[in-house]
């Protein structure tokens, strides 16, 4: 493990679209910089037995949380010839349409950003401590499991 | 030792507190377990994983730090 | 094939952050969407012989060129379970920094997305009539080959 | 048959134009491309394709459609 700044990873309720175009529009300026690959996990209108989500509500063990995104962001550096990294999470509450999850690499070239990008994606749903609460239209609600 | 036990989640609901402190005599996580599943049974009912220092951890890892968090399954993203 | 409307994927200039960010705002009223992928191709400062590169000045076949995003298109969605899928590529002079290629897809999971955005670039790499011109800060030029 | 022969990047330059028209009478593409060899011999020394209806052609294609166009390497994206 490095000894780098851990960052925090979270924001408080969605992501915005224009934050996403934001991030794009500060790596212009790197000209190193050939590929970004972009993923951005939206919540769903799911239905579960008759019922409809409306938002899924985000907590996590922050802490520890942060610490995973960080080693994540480390041995994705080490595995894939990577430019930049970015990674936003949401805690708190997202409605159905609403951006939850945003990440971001940058490479000089193509190739690595594909894999890089799934990579980062499935080590989050894997090892970051982070809960979504499914409410549905009607207020009641379930715990939501990764697949 | 004091240790500070927190829950997510699910187990949240389950113990009704989002974190407490409980006195705990030295022992590994799964002596820690124990004790919370006879305090909350309904715990005995549910998937979850332990963290101790920011890691998960087995049932006969010893506590030594007082930071011990009882994690549900993950769904982030 | 199927007797969809050919579009033209084609762009005057450079592709901004902020049709970008916008594509993604047009994404949120889909409800049934889960997970967006989205590739950006930079044009990249190379130094090639000791001159950098300033811009590349893109041209097509273009008849021929929006036939084959158009057959890209049809057989992704025949490969992949996409909601949308979208291609924009820039003509004409896009400078460093800028963004000449953006590919946009979505699906209600997101194990697909990342094999589906990578499938999309290479088909486009390998097999569009788009011709990019190297400019340097001489102005003198060279064409670029895909590696 | 008048043909419609399009050139593109660095093939362009070679020609000095982007299209131009050429009565052929029937024959194929690699009978066209002798034409063309000897009115531009520096076409012989660089890479490129030929399409024809839009598709990539062999030498032995005949020619049927009037539109030709001489692809260098693709470099988009």
């Known amino acids: 493990m490095s000894e780098k700044k851990i960052k925090n990873v979270f924001i408080e309720g969605p992501i915005s679209s224009q934050f996403i175009g934001d991030s794009i529009a500060k790596h212009q300026s790197k000209k190193a910089i050939g590929a970004h690959a972009i993923f951005a996990g939206q919540v769903r209108a799911d239905e579960i037995e008759g019922k409809t989500v409306s938002a899924i509500e985000y907590s996590a ?68 401590p982070v809960f979504g609460k499914e409410i549905f239209t009607d207020e009641s609600h379930q715990w939501k499991v990764n697949s | 030792m004091n240790l500070n036990i927190k829950y997510f989640g699910v187990l949240a609901e389950i113990t009704k507190c989002s974190e407490e402190t409980l006195s705990f005599s030295e022992g590994t996580v799964g002596e820690l377990l124990a004790v919370l599943q006879a305090k909350y049974p309904a715990l005995g009912t549910k998937d979850f994983q332990v963290a101790h ?25």
Chains 1, 3 share one sequence.
């Open chain 1, 61 to 128: 063990y922050e802490e520890m949380a942060n610490t995973k995104f960080h080693e994540i962001r480390e041995a994705t550096f080490g595995a894939f010839e990577l430019s930049c990294m970015h990674i936003y999470h949401s805690l708190g509450t997202v409605a159905t349409g609403e951006i939850c999850l945003f990440v971001f690499v940058s490479a000089p070239r193509r190739k690595v950003v594909f894999k890089a990008l799934e990579f980062v994606v499935e080590e989050i749903k894997a090892n970051v």
């Open chain 2, 53 to 77: 220092k920011q890691e998960i951890v087995t049932k006969d890892t010893k506590i030594t730090n007082p930071e011990i968090a009882l994690l549900p399954p993950f769904s982030g993203g």
